[in-house]
């Protein structure tokens, strides 16, 4: 099956069955499997490998923030991204899935061509954070101390590299880095894959993650 395979994994089937008539109905986008709670959703990701997961938070048995945790530390679904969607706009609901691996995450009133694009750009390797959701999380977390959060060490890494994990940090997408950095896209994409190596991190969330915790982003007053 070519074009994007995505895994939905929601306990209200009405949603489920939404989801997928608006994500097959694209050309380049195809529903691989469904699932009702978050251990079903982990076993449906070990037999399909799905690139994409649309994942609840509030599951039974499993739910979705551990389930995203195991998925993001199986060696075996190192090419799967999640995509959390939650009813609620809860810090430690964002916080969680993006420490547990989480791509992004978008609530679950966006509108049907939000969702196809947030599908397309987390297969693309983008972080997915609405504006409000992003602000909510530095200014909650990042000027909260909390002690399992550790500190990123930036000594690896170069002066522009820095710069450019600053931007992400801010929300910037790729063009607009280059552009505030007066680079090439390409090179802007050379310097993210390096970040990644040097940080030892999974895509572009974990990334804005590390920015936050590095301090190269401060809370908004």
């Known amino acids: 099956m070519s074009g994007i395979r995505v895994l939905l994994a929601d306990d209200q089937a009405l949603l489920r069955h939404s989801l997928a008539m608006i994500i097959n109905n694209e050309p380049d ?7 009702g709670d978050g251990a079903h ?4 990701a070990r037999t399909t490998r799905p690139d994409v997961i649309l994942m609840d938070v509030r599951m039974p048995h499993l739910d979705g923030i551990k389930a995203t945790r195991r998925i993001c530390t199986d060696p075996a679904l190192s090419t799967t991204r999640v995509l959390v969607l939650s009813m ?25 061509e939000e969702l196809i694009e947030a599908i397309r750009r987390t297969h693309h390797g983008e972080s997915l954070f ?6 909510r999380l ?6 909260a ?12 890494l170069t002066g522009r590299e820095v710069e450019v994990l600053t931007l992400i940090g801010g929300g910037l997408s790729n063009d607009e880095i280059a552009i505030a950095l007066t680079i090439s896209i390409k090179t802007v994409k050379t310097h993210i894959t ?5 940080l030892a991190v999974r895509d572009r969330a974990q990334l804005v993650i590390a920015a936050f915790d590095a301090g190269l982003v401060r809370p908004r007053r």
């Open 88 to 112: 609620f706009e809860l810090d430690e609901y964002v916080y969680d899935a993006l420490r547990a691996g989480a791509s992004g995450f978008l609530l679950k009133d966006a509108r049907p």
């Open 138 to 143: 530095v200014a909650h977390y990042v000027a």
């Open 194 to 198: 390096h970040l990644m190596a040097k």
């Open 29 to 35: 986008l195809a529903v691989v499997g469904e699932a």
């Open 41 to 44: 959703a982990l076993a449906r």
């Open 130 to 135: 609405a504006p409000s959701i992003l602000t």
């Open 145 to 156: 101390p909390r002690p399992d959060r550790p500190t990123p060490t930036l000594r690896r």
